[in-house]
């Protein structure tokens, strides 16, 4: 990425402010000398605003960057001196979004081992597997996930919340950390809608670059005050985190989404930005909307595609401040949509920020038309070194298989239609279950709906639809059936049609195909 773009997009989003010189050369320091690993970024932020408050739990207690650096750094020694971590272990974090999970990340990057983010939806089952699968040597967990870590292996120590606080109080004094000689990866699982997630090594940021990235499309200050809604052991509320501290922002969180106690601390922190999946922004159009308004500046989404006509909705009651990032957790990022791209065309993914290189491409690996459904490959910075397991992904000339299909506009703008083995053939005709999804979803009694592909002994395959209605709506399904009939080919119509009270998802809000497909047997 060009040094004049760098310098102007930190310039223009405040970090490049004078500052006390011995502060912004310990800050430089800090970089040089821990890089820009979540430990490195809290380093940094902590040498120029040490003072500044960190993070804000849901019940109002605060930690400074200093305070929340002493802390990570008084139980790396602890878990170091008193559970044997060294460089290259792995240490699982099964935890909620509080500082405490923080701590436990940069704490284990700081010995340079890595940090395995579990995912809170997880089974016992899976979990046991997570952790036999990974090697973990440590694991981190909430107290309310005690019983279901009770079957783990003997050997693997865990620490809970209070454990944590003892490690914390009774770390080794004068025990000086130095930079470890490998840097500890962060381990993210994939979504695992379809099975036990698989473990994605995350590269670590080899310099402003990524940053730059995201800030220039998505307008984010230093210094803000973020609230991240997103867990923060998915990739987009990880990777809110990441930016937060370089921004040396002031982060806001609550261990569970709740939509009337997060409308409520955007107004009383204030909180300049919102990081969210799109399933929580269904949620905070059913509360009554504040009076006067969030200040907000920013509400950034990622995780799963915006249904219907949600991003206008969305914008009209709370100011066009939406921005949807369409990635995944291979590729970090691939597009993103800001507020006029989202008026213009809601369902859009928007477009490769700068230093990305999008291709839409044939079963051939030769690029197709605009309009063309085809696989969407991405090349960038923070593509993601391979699964854990030892597994990668297809490229092409530095490009990476996203495993999604999408096209292009005229206009450059992209659409996704939704994962390559989620379109299902019915009759031998091709049929994107997303499609009839954002069709059904402006249907003003339906609350969401997910369709999905199961087997038919005429067709191969045929359509379910599966809706959640608005509370006192109804519908019929031979209605449902004829909207769908008037707007879209007869092969997209699904002959079932579900009612049911939600949709199953996962911790991240992604719909768990696999719990609906139960229905048929």
């Given at each position: 990425?060009?040094?004049?773009?760098?310098?102007?997009?930190?310039?223009?989003?405040?970090?490049?402010?004078?500052?006390?010189?011995?502060?912004?050369?310990?800050?430089?320091?800090?970089?040089?000398?821990?890089?820009?690993?979540?430990?490195?970024?809290?380093?940094?932020?902590?040498?120029?605003?040490?003072?500044?408050?960190?993070?804000?739990?849901?019940?109002?207690?605060?930690?400074?960057?200093q305070e929340l650096l002493d802390r990570s750094e008084r139980l790396a020694r602890s878990l170091?001196?008193?559970?044997?971590?060294?460089?290259?272990?792995?240490?699982?974090?099964?935890?909620?979004?509080?500082?405490?999970?923080?701590?436990?990340?940069?704490?284990?990057?700081?010995?340079?081992?890595?940090?395995?983010?579990?995912?809170?939806?997880?089974?016992?089952?899976?979990?046991?597997?997570?952790?036999?699968?990974?090697?973990?040597?440590?694991?981190?967990?909430?107290?309310?996930?005690?019983?279901?870590?009770?079957?783990?292996?003997?050997?693997?120590?865990?620490?809970?919340?209070?454990?944590?606080?003892?490690?914390?109080?009774?770390?080794?004094?004068?025990?000086?950390?130095?930079?470890?000689?490998?840097?500890?990866?962060?381990?993210?699982?994939?979504?695992?809608?379809?099975?036990?997630?698989?473990?994605?090594?995350?590269?670590?940021?080899?310099?402003?670059?990524?940053?730059?990235?995201?800030?220039?499309?998505?307008?984010?200050?230093?210094?803000?005050?973020?609230?991240?809604?997103?867990?923060?052991?998915?990739?987009?509320?990880?990777?809110?985190?990441?930016?937060?501290?370089?921004?040396?922002?002031?982060?806001?969180?609550?261990?569970?989404?709740?939509p009337a106690a997060t409308v409520a601390a955007l107004t009383a922190q204030p909180c300049d930005?919102?990081?969210?999946?799109?399933?929580?922004?269904?949620?905070?159009?059913?509360?009554?909307?504040?009076?006067?308004?969030?200040?907000?500046?920013?509400?950034?989404?990622?995780?799963?595609?915006?249904?219907?006509?949600?991003?206008?909705?969305?914008?009209?009651?709370?100011?066009?401040?939406?921005?949807?990032?369409?990635?995944?957790?291979?590729?970090?990022?691939?597009?993103?949509?800001?507020?006029?791209?989202?008026?213009?065309?809601?369902?859009?993914?928007?477009?490769?920020?700068?230093?990305?290189?999008?291709?839409?491409?044939?079963?051939?690996?030769?690029?197709?038309?605009?309009?063309?459904?085809?696989?969407?490959?991405?090349?960038?910075?923070?593509?993601?070194?391979?699964?854990?397991?030892?597994?990668?992904?297809?490229?092409?000339?530095?490009?990476?298989?996203?495993?999604?299909?999408?096209?292009?506009?005229?206009?450059?703008?992209?659409?996704?239609?939704?994962?390559?083995?989620?379109?299902?053939?019915?009759?031998?005709?091709?049929?994107?279950?997303?499609?009839?999804?954002?069709?059904?979803?402006?249907?003003?009694?339906?609350?969401?709906?997910?369709?999905?592909?199961?087997?038919?002994?005429?067709?191969?395959?045929?359509?379910?639809?599966?809706?959640?209605?608005?509370?006192?709506?109804?519908?019929?399904?031979?209605?449902?059936?004829?909207?769908?009939?008037?707007?879209?080919?007869?092969?997209?119509?699904?002959?079932?049609?579900?009612?049911?009270?939600?949709?199953?998802?996962?911790?991240?809000?992604?719909?768990?195909?696999?719990?609906?497909?139960?229905?048929?047997?």
């Open positions: 990425m060009d040094l004049p773009f760098i310098v102007a997009t930190l310039t223009r989003r405040g970090l490049l402010t004078p500052g006390r010189p011995i502060r912004v050369a310990s800050q430089l320091n800090a970089l040089r000398r821990w890089g820009w690993s979540l430990a490195g970024e809290l380093r940094q932020a902590a040498a120029r605003d040490p003072g500044r408050v960190a993070v804000v739990d849901e019940n109002g207690a605060t930690l400074t960057y170091r001196a008193g559970l044997g971590v060294q460089t290259g272990d792995r240490v699982g974090l099964l935890c909620r979004n509080h500082h405490g999970l923080i701590e436990a990340i940069v704490a284990a990057m700081l010995l340079g081992a890595d940090a395995v983010l579990v995912n809170t939806g997880l089974s016992a089952a899976q979990l046991a597997t997570v952790t036999e699968e990974q090697g973990l040597r440590v694991l981190v967990h909430d107290a309310e996930f005690a019983e279901r870590v009770l079957g783990l292996p003997a050997e693997l120590h865990r620490v809970d919340e209070r454990r944590q606080e003892e490690l914390i109080a009774g770390a080794v004094p004068g025990d000086r950390l130095q930079p470890p000689e490998r840097d500890g990866r962060t381990i993210v699982l994939t979504s695992g809608t379809t099975g036990t997630p698989k473990g994605a090594r995350r590269p670590t940021p080899h310099g402003f670059g990524p940053l730059v990235s995201i800030i220039d499309r998505i307008p984010l200050h230093a210094r803000d005050t973020v609230m991240i809604a997103a867990p923060l052991f998915h990739t987009w509320g990880y990777a809110a985190l990441q930016v937060s501290f370089a921004l040396r922002a002031t982060v806001v969180l609550h261990r569970r989404f709740d930005a919102l990081f969210a999946v799109p399933v929580m922004l269904q949620r905070l159009m059913e509360v009554p909307p504040p009076q006067p308004r969030p200040p907000l500046k920013v509400v950034a989404v990622s995780g799963s595609a915006l249904p219907g006509n949600l991003a206008t909705a969305f914008m009209d009651r709370y100011g066009d401040v939406l921005y949807n990032l369409y990635g995944s957790t291979e590729v970090s990022w691939a597009s993103i949509a800001g507020p006029a791209e989202l008026r213009a065309a809601p369902t859009t993914a928007g477009r490769p920020p700068h230093g990305t290189r999008l291709e839409i491409v044939d079963e051939a690996g030769q690029p197709v038309r605009d309009g063309q459904v085809g696989r969407i490959f991405v090349g960038n910075e923070m593509l993601f070194e391979g699964y854990t397991s030892g597994a990668g992904r297809e490229s092409r000339d530095g490009l990476l298989d996203t495993g999604d299909l999408g096209r292009l506009n005229p206009d450059g703008l992209l659409f996704v239609d939704g994962r390559a083995d989620d379109m299902i053939v019915s009759g031998g005709e091709n049929v994107f279950p997303s499609e009839v999804e954002d069709l059904i979803a402006r249907l003003p009694q339906v609350r969401e709906v997910a369709v999905i592909g199961v087997p038919d002994p005429e067709y191969g395959q045929r359509l379910a639809a599966f809706l959640a209605l608005r509370p006192g709506e109804t519908l019929d399904p031979e209605a449902v059936r004829e909207y769908v009939r008037h707007y879209l080919a007869r092969f997209s119509v699904p002959r079932d049609v579900v009612f049911v009270k939600y949709l199953p998802r996962n911790a991240t809000g992604k719909v768990l195909g696999r719990e609906l497909r139960r229905y048929f047997g």
